[in-house]
T-cell receptor, first 115, second 114 residues
Framework: SAVISQKPSRDICQRGTSLTIQCQVDSQVTMMFWYRQQPGQSLTLIATANQGSEATYESGFVIDKFPISRPNLTFSTLTVSNMSPEDSSIYLCSVGGGTGNQPQHFGDGTRLSIL | DAKTTQPNSMESNEEEPVHLPCNHSTISGTDYIHWYRQLPSQGPEYVIH???SNVNNRMASLAIAEDRKSSTLILHRATLRDAAVYYC???????????????FGAGTRLAVHP
């Protein structure tokens, strides 16, 4: 299974600033996903990022707030822009699951706190 | 997306079997049943998946009802490390090709007592 590394693992940021989270995979993958997990909640899909195309955002998430880059088949970034305390969450990168018979794999996430 | 229903929480004792139920009465014939778990302070971890037949792997067994409207994840001997939130998720094929994205519900929080 793919090994996923996220950086940073955690950060504390001031409101109004932006933070870019990096996701590195040890093998080439077509589909990458970004999820958010708010405190005590389940995971919510933010967007799907395929190499060579614009990211596809889920309802309630917009590119201006969560711009995503996917420059190659092993790397992606998610930026959380103009942060407020409500953005305090764990942000997780995931890959795989291209068919119903394939599992998705997840990184351990970036724990973000906004003061 | 087809919906699943799981109990909010369950408890077990260490070294006993655990049966985690999942109802998916609106499942269609091409939907795969996937199970993931999330240990504290970690990302979700794939456990097992199946389509029609029961499945076994090193982590667990998946028992699928004959009508496929329910399934059960079986942990044969629970350990303290199995304390986690377990998610039952359906993967549905899309008209545009491929399968739907992994959408998480609330899952079942499993507590394991020494």
């Amino acid at each position: 299974s793919a090994v996923i590394s996220q950086k940073p693992s955690r950060d504390i940021c001031q409101r109004g600033t932006s933070l870019t989270i990096q996701c590195q995979v040890d093998s080439q993958v077509t589909m990458m996903f970004w999820y958010r997990q708010q405190p005590g909640q389940s995971l919510t899909l933010i967007a799907t990022a395929n190499q060579g195309s614009e990211a596809t955002y889920e309802s309630g998430f917009v590119i201006d707030k969560f711009p995503i880059s996917r420059p190659n088949l092993t790397f992606s970034t998610l930026t959380v822009s103009n942060m407020s305390p409500e953005d305090s969450s764990i942000y997780l990168c995931s890959v795989g699951g291209g068919t119903g018979n394939q599992p998705q794999h997840f990184g351990d996430g970036t724990r973000l706190s906004i003061l | 997306d087809a919906k699943t229903t799981q109990p909010n929480s369950m408890e077990s004792n260490e070294e006993e079997p655990v049966h985690l139920p999942c109802n998916h009465s609106t499942i269609s014939g091409t939907d795969y049943i996937h199970w993931y778990r999330q240990l504290p302070s970690q990302g979700p971890e794939y456990v097992i998946h199946g389509l029609t037949s029961n499945v076994n792997n090193r982590m667990a067994s998946l028992a699928i009802a004959e009508d496929r409207k329910s399934s059960t994840l079986i942990l044969h001997r629970a350990t303290l490390r199995d304390a986690a939130v377990y998610y039952c998720i359906l993967r549905t094929p899309m008209f545009s090709g491929g399968y739907n994205k992994l959408i998480f519900g609330a899952g079942t929080r499993l507590a394991v007592h020494p």
